[in-house]
C-alpha cells in the first residue's frame, strides 16, 4: 500500500554531518505526521524527531540543537539533517509516517526498512 524508502545513512566522523531522507510512495491520500526514530543495539526504539503536515515540530532533548527535521509535502518527503554527530548518535534510523489512505480513513502507521548510521571517533 505505502512504501516508505530511506537514504543518506553511512559512516562518518564525530563532529561531521549527514541528511537522511525519506519518500513516501504508494495508495496516499494523506500524510498527517512524518518522523524518525533510531535503534542502537541492545536499546529500545527511540523518537528522534517528528514534523507534521502543519510543520510543527518535535525533538528528543538528545538531538535538540544538532539535528533539524523538514518536509517536502509536495514530495510526500522528510529529511533529517544531523550536525555535530556524536558517536551516541550510532544506530539504525527508522522514518515513520502516519497516513491516510483515503478521504475519511484513519491514520495508518508506516515504517521503513531503516538506515544505518555509524559515527565514530
Known amino acids: 500500500q505505502v512504501q516508505l524508502v530511506e537514504s543518506g545513512g553511512g559512516l562518518v566522523q564525530a563532529g561531521g554531518s549527514l541528511r537522511l531522507s525519506c519518500a513516501a510512495s504508494g495508495s496516499i491520500f494523506s500524510i498527517t505526521i512524518m518522523g524518525w526514530y533510531r535503534q542502537a543495539p541492545g536499546k529500545q526504539r527511540e523518537l528522534v524527531a517528528t514534523?507534521?503536515?502543519?510543520?510543527?515540530?518535535d525533538y528528543a532533548s538528545s538531538v535538540k540543537g544538532r539535528f533539524t527535521i523538514s518536509r517536502d509535502n509536495a514530495k510526500n518527503t522528510v529529511y533529517l539533517q544531523m550536525n555535530s554527530l556524536k558517536p551516541e548518535d550510532t544506530a539504525v534510523y527508522y522514518c515513520?509516517?502516519?497516513?491516510?489512505?483515503?478521504?475519511?480513513?484513519?491514520?495508518?502507521?508506516?515504517w521503513g526498512q531503516g538506515t544505518q548510521v555509524t559515527v565514530f571517533l
Open positions: 514534523i507534521t503536515s502543519g510543520d510543527s515540530t
Open positions: 515513520n509516517a502516519g497516513v491516510r489512505l483515503y478521504r475519511y480513513s484513519a491514520n495508518h502507521d508506516f
